[in-house]
């Protein structure tokens, strides 16, 4: 890897007093402020120009470096990037944090205080968005050429409110906030071009009668630890071409240059709510498609800039498909060498297997995109076309050369899906599209790759046994340690006096403090400041005051049935049972606390957020139990908050059904911050249980053999439920209307899921589920063993930094040497 020679340091040793002087002359000169007028609004604002200006030099020397065309450069294409505040994060990454802190404090302002103006952008709706993030950092961190790629949505992910307990959502136009880190770029516009016909002359194909639209660059800079690269995100707006068309509009048609406005316009408005469920509107394939095209042409053109003749592409280039959301790119590589760039097909296809690789995410059968073959054939007619040849060469070609005359096969593997009713339409599987279009294909934790590998594509494995590999993902320390809780970090520090952020694996150091009494003091102490600092955040938006000294009991993440909020609802509702039973039981205080967004059409989702919420409603106001327990459903979970509430959590819940969770990635924030996990071994569970050992973990329920076993065997919920006395009770408890009195039935949805079919096997885990939970009240009540598990927790995440997922990319994907 070539290091920048470009010396920065100045930068990196900024004092105190030259970002003070910074900061005045920001507020005096940019934003026309007396500094002893200025808000803490004005004073974030201005350490954020302050900032952009650093990181525009950055930039500039990161250009100036790699113009010589030698670097070999990946491009991360994804629909969602969760990237979170900038500020905080780039102080940290640029080493003027403490100076930054000081120089504020000498104007009477608080940085954290500061911090909290900068809004929070929701490009993402969870796991795989905040993943691409995280990328970003550990690549630029790790000094890899990097592009990230995505759209720029006017509307990030709804907020979310509740209105008598059940979520309403409302819009994110989060641009409307000042937000000084995005740099339009109008110079790197592209044309990109929707619906029309394709001719053929002389065995040419051209494009025609399309519809264009602009998509015009907004760049974000991603900057990394201890490195002078900045690398850049590069987000996408829909505009129309021109203006209003006269011409058209003299010809009476005025709705077509309308039509073509609105279109522009529309495409990069919204991000879709649905994690883990795609969307089979026209606007999203278009998005796909807007996005991807304009990525390609402007890799494209930048290699072109720094290279001659194509004979380099599939050295300099590599790009990464997040998901199958940007599988069209497969097809549109090919289009531009072959209808613009005279490849033959085979050539161009093999170009695009080079430098392709796609990441999946999920085995959810719901959750794999297809596209019916008419509505491409509309959009994208050219694609449409080269899709069918991509096919008929791997059908007739690979497919018959390993499997030969097999026509049952062919039908399986074909990414044509032929439906079962001649009235239904083809449909378009990308996935299969993205694994023939790519070099590799990677599973996101060990256990994920291998169900991929038997279960989702066991034909591709076969013919193909090298293609699907594991990269088990990560996250980054920077933000989900250092930033987020700096006095665990500042312990770490002098405890270790090595640099773990840029190599986590030295957390394994800490592992001989465990049983230190002072360091289990000072560790457990940490725990509990960050304890006050969110039960006042809770206070805040719930109205609601938590003990400090109860455990604190968290599950962050989307709401999902695969994900089991409501194993964690009904395990509640037996707690609190147990309680008025006999209110003088000996068990520590808890407080249970979720946060989580519901995809707005997700009915039983919404149904689980509304019963938590009554559930909150009656116990938190129920004098009988003395405080004992409380249960709370903080408001609009996104990074920030996440930000908050991880640093002060003693249990995490990732309790998924064996087999559905790809990954997960609060796992491993939650753990390295030292929360004990209580999980099912499912995702990366397994190899966080591996790596803190199985003694330090409180793992319970089915495994993925004994939930296909028992599906086999015919599971019936109901055997469960008539056995099993308490989890009967809270069942009929919940289905009684006493906790909706004015709405009886609200929770019969919930009740009939988990009765009549209970997909998630949530009751068949429930015993096991509750047993561990009193392991984990037995566990808290001995406090030099707790400590000594979470401070083993925290030694043990080294695996999980996203900079060895990225390493591990580089290695066995993106033939980058480190
Ligand atoms: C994950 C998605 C996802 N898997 C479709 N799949 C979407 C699928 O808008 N859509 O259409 C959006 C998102 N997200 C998550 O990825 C997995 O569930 C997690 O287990 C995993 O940790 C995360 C990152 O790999």
Redesign the pocket.
């Known amino acids: 890897m070539s290091r920048m020679n470009v010396d920065l340091n100045s930068v990196r040793t900024m004092d105190t007093a030259q970002v003070e002087q910074g900061i005045r002359r920001i507020l005096e000169q940019s934003l026309g402020v007396e500094p002893d007028e200025a808000t803490p609004g004005d004073y974030w604002e201005a350490l954020s120009l302050l900032v952009r200006e650093i990181n525009l030099d950055r930039i500039r020397n990161t250009r100036r470096e790699e113009k010589d065309g030698s670097v070999r450069r990946v491009y991360y294409l994804s629909?969602?990037f969760l990237v979170g505040r900038l500020l905080g994060n780039n102080l940290h990454n640029l080493g003027i944090y403490h100076q930054a802190e000081k120089a504020t404090a000498s104007f009477g302002v608080n940085l954290s205080d500061v911090l909290e103006y900068e809004t929070d952008p929701a490009l993402g709706?969870?796991?795989?968005?905040?993943?691409a993030a995280c990328f970003l950092d550990s690549l630029t961190t790790l000094n890899v050429p990097a592009f990230g790629y995505g759209i720029n949505y006017r509307f990030g992910l709804f907020k979310q409110g509740f209105v008598g307990g059940k979520q309403v959502e409302s819009p994110d136009a989060w641009r409307e906030d000042s937000f000084p880190w995005g740099i339009e770029k109008p110079k790197r516009k592209q044309v990109v071009r929707l619906y029309g016909q394709v001719r053929e002359v002389d065995g040419k194909a051209y494009w025609d009668d399309t519809q264009e639209v602009l998509g015009v660059p907004w760049d974000l800079p991603v900057t990394g630890y201890n490195t002078e690269r900045v690398n850049t995100l590069r987000l996408w707006e829909g505009r129309a071409t021109e203006g209003f068309d006269l011409n058209s509009f003299d010809a009476g048609r005025y709705q077509d240059s309308r039509f073509r406005e609105i279109l522009a316009e529309n495409i990069s408005q919204v991000l879709?709510?649905?994690?883990?469920?795609?969307?089979g509107k026209e606007l999203?394939l278009i998005q796909q498609y807007f996005f991807v095209a304009c990525s390609l042409a402007d890799l494209i053109a930048r290699y072109k800039r720094e290279h001659e003749g194509w004979e380099q592409f599939t050295s300099k280039v590599v790009i990464q498909l997040n998901?199958t959301?940007p599988a069209i790119a497969v097809p549109e590589l090919l289009r531009i060498l072959m209808d613009e760039e005279d490849f033959v097909f085979t050539k161009a296809l093999e170009i695009c297997r080079s430098v392709f690789c796609y990441?999946n995410?999920?085995l959810?059968p719901e959750?794999l995109?297809t596209w019916s073959q008419g509505l491409i054939a509309r959009v994208l007619p050219r694609h449409m076309q080269l899709i069918y040849k991509i096919n008929y060469h791997f059908l007739h070609n690979e497919v018959e050369k390993h499997w030969p005359g097999d026509h049952q096969m062919k039908n399986r593997l074909s990414i044509i899906e032929e439906p079962n009713n001649p009235a239904e339409p083809q449909m378009v599987r990308m996935a299969y599209l993205s694994v023939i279009g790519s070099h590799k294909v990677n599973g996101?934790?060990a256990l994920?790759s291998s169900l991929v590998k038997q279960k989702l594509f066991p034909e591709f494995d076969e013919l193909w046994p090298d293609k699907i590999v594991n990269v088990t993902?990560g996250v980054t320390p920077r933000r989900w340690l250092a930033n987020c809780n700096p006095e665990l970090a500042e312990l770490i520090d002098s405890t270790l006096k090595s640099d773990w952020q840029s190599d986590l694996a030295r957390l394994g150091e800490l592992k001989v403090w465990a049983d230190d009494p002072e360091f289990q003091k000072k560790f457990a102490r940490i725990k509990r400041d960050n304890k006050v600092a969110l039960a006042s955040v809770i206070d805040e938006l719930c109205g609601v005051k938590v003990n400090p000294d109860a455990i604190f009991d968290v599950q962050i993440k989307?709401l999902h049935e695969y994900k089991r909020q409501q194993l964690n609802l009904l395990h509640i509702m037996a707690v609190y049972r147990r309680l008025l039973e006999d209110p003088d039981l000996d068990v520590p205080h808890r407080v249970f606390i979720f946060a989580a967004k519901a995809a707005p059409g997700y009915l039983v989702a919404k149904n689980i957020i509304y019963a938590i919420n009554r559930l909150a409603d009656r116990v938190n106001n129920d004098r009988r139990i003395r405080d004992k327990l409380k249960v709370i459903f903080l408001p609009n979970y996104r990074v920030s908050l996440a930000e908050k509430i991880i640093p002060a959590a003693d249990v995490s819940e990732q309790i998924s059904t064996a087999g559905f969770?790809?990954?997960?990635?609060g796992n491993m924030k939650l753990a390295l911050n030292g929360a004990l996990t209580i999980g099912t071994m499912d995702?990366?569970n397994v190899e966080i249980a591996e790596e803190v050992g199985e003694e330090n973990i409180f793992i319970f329920g089915k495994t993925v053999e004994e939930v296909s076993d028992l599906r086999q065997r015919g599971y019936n919920p109901r055997d469960i439920y008539q056995h099993n006395e308490e989890l009967k009770a809270v069942i009929d408890w919940l289905a009684s209307g006493d906790l909706s009195p004015d709405e009886p039935d609200a929770f019969r949805p919930l009740v009939e899921s988990l009765l009549d079919s209970d997909y998630f096997l949530t009751l068949a885990d429930y015993q096991s589920y509750s047993d561990a939970h009193d392991r984990i009240v037995k566990a808290w009540k001995a406090p030099s063993y707790w400590w000594r598990m979470a401070i083993i927790n925290t030694a043990s995440m080294g695996k999980f930094s996203s900079d060895r997922s990225i390493v591990d990319y580089c290695k066995t994907i993106w033939n980058i040497g480190l």
């Open positions: 629909l969602e709706n969870g796991g795989l968005g905040r993943l879709y709510p649905n994690d883990s469920h795609p969307e999203r998901d959301h990441t995410h999920t959810l959750a995109e996101v934790a994920h993902n989307r969770e790809a990954s997960g990635t995702g990366a």
